[in-house]
C-alpha cells in the first residue's frame, strides 16, 4: 500500500467506529448531528473540498460533486447515518480499486520483467556493476551464469547456454559459442561469457520490446472509446434523471391526484439516484482486461501493440500467410533419396538399401562439394560425414544445368533434368514437388570383362534422383486446424514460389486458397482483393516473417510478425509480434484476445445491467442508498476481479 | 514532437478527464493517458515550447482531478 493509500485506510478504520460509537450513544437532535458529522467529516472532507473545487472551475457534474451532494442531502434530510454509511462506502470502493489496480499492474509488469538492472564491466581487473545505459557501443561486458544478457553484443570469449523464455515464452535452452550474436533479455545459464556491444541499451531488443508492451495501452480499443464516450455522458444523464425525480412525482401528485406533495421522500429517491451515477466500475475494468490480456500474451512471446490490435484479433476471419519462413522452415532439405528401381530391388535388406542411398547422397555432396549454391549446402548438410574433397577431380560446371566430376576415379553427372537431356541420359523423371537433383555415375569397373573389352568412352548411367524441399513447420498443419477451429472462415497462402511446390504445401496443410508464383507486389494487390472480399466485420490477419512483407503487413487489418526475435524491421512494422516462430501462435493470440473480450463484453453487461436494476429500484424507493452503494462498490469489485482473469491462459 | 510523461492519478474516470482536458490545451496535438500504466503521451503541435505547453496541460488536468501528478 502506498502512503496515500494507508492514509484513507486509517481514515476509514476511524469514521467506522465513530459511527458505530454514534448509532449506541442515546443523545438525540443537534447533539446527534454533531455525533454524526465528525465522522462524516474525518471520511469525507477531502470530498467536499474536490466537490467545492469542481464547481470553482466549472466541472460540476463529476462523482465528487454528485457524492457530496447525496450524502449532504442525507444528513439535511435527517438521516445522519446513511449519510455517513454512504461517504464511507464510497472510500471503501475507492480504496479498494486503487489498491487492485495497484496490484494488478505490478503483477502484469513482473510478467513482463525482462528489465536488465545492471551490466558487469572488467575495470582494473575488478568486476564493476554498471547502469546498462552507461554502455557505449563495442564495449566488452561480462555475463555471469544466471544473469540476464543486459545489451546485444557478439560474444568475444566463452561459451554458454542461453535461455529465451523471457522473451518467447518457449523454455528451449540455446548453446552460444564464440562469434555468435546474442540478444538483450535472454538469460545465460551456464559458463562466463564476455560480449562486445553492438548496440546501445536504448536500442536493444530490450528496450525496443519494453517500450512497445508498454506503450501498447495507448492506443485504444473500440471498446475503451465506447466506455469512455458513454461515461462522459453517463453522469449528467444520472443527474437530470434525478433533478426529475426530485420533482416531477411530487408535482404530478400535487397537481392530479390532488395528494400530499410528499417532497421528502422523492427528494431522497433522487439523492439514491446520484450514488449510482459514478461510472467507475466501467472505466476501470476495461483497460484493466486489455492491459491484462496484453501482458498474458507477452508472457507467451506474443508482444500486442495496442489494445485495439488485442481488439481486432478476436474478429479475426481471413488468415493469409507467406509462405516461406511461415509455414515452412525456409530452409532447403534434402527429403527424399530415390535409387533406381533394379538397383534398389537387388539388395533386400533395409541396412543395405540405406547404404545404397548414403552413397548415392554422397556422390552427389562430393561431386557438389565447390559450390556455394543452397542445393549444393543442403547436399552437404544431408550427407552428415565429413566429405574428403581429395576424391573429386576434373570439376566442371554447365550454368543452369548441373556438374560433371570424376568422383573416385569414376565419371559423375549432378544436376538437373535439363543435364540429363543434354547428356542423353535416359532417367525416371520425379513427379514430387521440390527440386529435384538426378545423379547418373559410369558403372563400376566389372572384373569379368576384360579391361581391353572396355568401351574407350565410358556410358554414363542414370543412378537415381535426390529432392530437396523447403522443409513445413512442425506444427503448421495443427495451427491452421486450430485456427478453423475457432472460427477462421478463410485461410490464404500466398508465395513467390512454383506452382507445383505451394499446391503441395497448400494441400498438406489445409489452406482453402493458394497464389502461387506471386511478385511483392502482387501479394499488396491479393490482400487488397481479399479484403473487399470479406465481410465487413471479419478482420484480415497477414503472417509474414516481416522481412520483405512489410507492405503487406502495413495493408492488412492486423499484421503478425513472426520469428521477430532480434529483427527490428520485424518488429517495426507489424501490429502483433511472434517472437519465436511458431505458426500455434496465431491460433494462441486469437484466443487470448477472445477470453480478453469476453470479459470485457461480461463486466460492461453486468455493470450497466446492476446500476440499471439499482436506478429503477431506487426510482420505485425499494433500494435505498446503502443499497445503493453496496451494488455500485460491488459491481467495481467484482469487475476488477473478473478482469484479472484475463491474466490466466490455459493451454 | 511526441513525449511520454509518468502521471500520478488515482482512478480511471480521472485519467479520463485528464486526457480530455490535455486534449484541449493550447499547444497540443493530441493527448493519449494510460491509466494502468500510468503514463501520459503528449504529441505536441509544431513549433512550441513544451514546458510552458506542459505547466497548462498540468494547470488543467489539477482543474479535473485537483489530486493528479504529472512529472515534467
Excluded at chain 2, 513544451?50 to 504529472?70: F, G, H, N, Q
Amino acid at each position: 500500500m502506498t502512503r496515500k493509500q494507508k492514509k484513507v485506510l486509517i481514515r476509514i478504520i476511524l469514521s467506522t467506529v465513530l459511527l458505530i460509537a454514534a448509532h449506541f450513544i442515546p443523545v438525540t437532535g443537534i447533539g446527534s448531528l454533531f455525533l454524526y458529522l465528525v465522522p462524516y467529516l474525518i471520511i469525507g472532507y477531502d470530498i467536499l473540498k474536490k466537490a467545492l473545487l469542481g464547481i470553482i472551475h466549472g466541472e460540476v457534474f463529476d462523482e465528487n460533486f454528485l457524492m457530496a451532494v447525496a450524502t449532504v442531502g442525507a444528513i439535511v434530510l435527517g438521516e445522519y447515518a446513511e449519510g455517513v454509511a454512504v461517504m464511507l462506502f464510497y472510500q471503501i470502493g475507492e480504496l479498494f480499486q486503487s489498491y487492485a489496480v495497484g496490484k494488478s499492474r505490478k503483477n502484469i509488469s513482473a510478467l513482463m520483467d525482462i528489465r536488465p538492472d545492471y551490466a558487469n564491466i572488467e575495470k582494473d581487473g575488478e568486476i564493476v556493476q554498471t547502469d546498462p545505459e552507461e554502455i557505449n557501443i563495442g564495449e566488452i561486458i561480462l555475463v555471469k551464469p544466471g544473469e540476464k544478457i543486459p545489451l546485444d553484443g557478439v560474444i568475444v570469449e566463452g561459451s554458454s547456454t542461453i535461455n529465451t523464455s523471457a522473451l518467447t515464452g518457449e523454455s528451449i535452452p540455446k548453446d552460444a559459442q564464440t562469434g555468435d550474436h546474442v540478444i538483450s533479455g535472454c538469460v545465460n545459464m551456464t559458463g562466463l561469457l564476455k560480449i562486445q556491444t553492438t548496440k546501445a541499451f536504448g536500442e536493444s531488443t530490450v528496450s525496443k520490446i519494453l517500450d512497445l508492451v508498454e506503450n501498447s495501452s495507448m492506443k485504444k480499443s473500440r471498446s475503451e472509446n465506447f466506455i469512455s464516450k458513454f461515461a462522459r455522458v453517463y453522469t449528467p444523464a444520472v443527474c437530470i434523471g434525478a433533478a426529475a425525480l426530485a420533482i416531477l412525482p411530487p408535482l404530478f401528485q400535487l397537481l392530479f391526484l390532488q395528494a400530499d406533495a410528499d417532497f421528502g421522500t422523492w427528494l431522497f429517491r433522487a439523492l439514491t439516484f446520484l450514488v449510482i451515477s459514478c461510472p467507475c466500475a466501467l472505466v476501470i475494468s476495461i483497460p484493466l482486461s486489455f492491459f491484462g490480456g496484453i501482458g498474458a500474451a507477452s508472457r507467451c512471446g506474443i508482444l500486442v501493440k495496442g489494445s485495439n490490435y488485442l481488439e481486432a484479433l478476436s474478429e479475426a476471419g481471413y488468415v493469409v500467410f507467406d509462405k516461406t519462413g511461415t509455414l515452412t522452415e525456409g530452409v532447403f532439405q534434402v527429403k527424399q533419396v530415390c535409387v533406381k528401381e533394379d538397383k534398389a530391388s537387388a539388395v533386400q535388406d533395409v541396412q543395405a538399401q540405406t547404404d545404397v542411398k548414403q552413397h548415392l547422397l554422397e556422390i552427389a555432396a562430393l561431386a557438389e562439394s565447390y559450390s556455394s549454391h543452397p542445393i549444393s549446402r543442403s547436399l552437404r548438410e544431408a550427407c552428415a560425414i565429413s566429405l574428403d574433397k581429395a576424391r573429386v577431380c576434373d570439376i566442371e560446371e554447365i550454368s543452369g544445368h548441373g556438374v560433371t566430376a570424376q568422383i573416385d576415379g569414376r565419371r559423375t553427372a549432378v544436376g538437373n533434368a535439363k543435364l540429363m537431356d543434354k547428356l542423353g541420359i535416359a532417367f525416371e523423371a520425379c513427379k514430387e514437388p521440390g527440386t529435384v537433383v538426378y545423379v547418373a555415375t559410369e558403372p563400376a569397373a566389372d572384373p569379368a570383362i576384360e579391361p581391353s573389352m572396355k568401351p574407350t568412352a565410358p556410358q554414363l548411367r542414370y543412378a537415381g534422383w535426390i529432392l530437396i524441399a523447403d522443409v513445413v513447420k512442425e506444427g503448421a498443419a495443427e495451427a491452421i486446424a486450430s485456427l478453423k477451429r475457432s472460427g477462421v472462415t478463410k485461410s490464404v497462402m500466398l508465395t513467390g514460389d512454383n506452382k507445383t511446390v505451394a499446391e503441395a504445401v497448400g494441400t498438406e496443410l489445409g489452406l482453402d486458397e493458394i497464389h502461387s508464383e506471386l511478385l511483392p507486389g502482387d501479394k499488396v494487390a491479393r490482400v487488397e482483393s481479399l479484403l473487399s472480399q470479406k465481410s465487413e466485420k471479419q478482420k484480415l490477419i497477414f503472417v509474414g516473417d516481416g522481412i520483405n512483407d512489410a507492405p503487406v503487413l502495413t495493408r492488412a487489418d492486423i499484421g503478425i510478425a513472426m520469428g521477430a526475435l532480434g529483427s527490428d524491421a520485424a518488429i517495426e512494422a507489424a501490429d502483433v509480434v511472434l517472437m519465436d516462430d511458431d505458426p500455434r501462435k496465431i491460433a494462441l493470440a486469437i484466443r487470448i484476445s477472445r477470453k480478453c473480450l469476453r470479459i470485457v463484453y461480461q463486466n460492461i453487461v453486468f455493470a450497466l445491467a446492476v446500476k440499471a436494476l439499482c436506478l429503477i429500484l431506487g426510482a420505485l424507493g425499494i433500494a435505498n442508498m446503502w443499497m445503493a452503494i453496496f451494488a455500485d462498490v460491488g459491481v467495481m469489485v467484482i469487475a476488477v476481479l473478473n478482469a484479472m482473469r484475463t491474466l490466466r491462459i490455459e493451454n | 514532437m511526441e513525449k511520454t510523461y509518468k502521471i500520478e492519478v488515482d482512478c480511471a474516470n480521472c485519467a479520463q478527464k485528464m486526457e480530455v482536458a490535455a486534449k484541449k490545451t493550447d499547444g497540443v496535438a493530441d493527448a493519449t493517458v494510460s491509466f494502468m500504466t500510468q503514463k501520459m503521451k503528449i504529441s505536441f503541435e509544431d513549433g512550441v515550447d513544451e514546458k510552458a505547453v506542459m505547466k497548462k496541460v498540468l494547470k488543467a488536468c489539477r482543474k479535473v482531478e485537483p489530486d493528479c501528478e504529472i512529472e515534467i
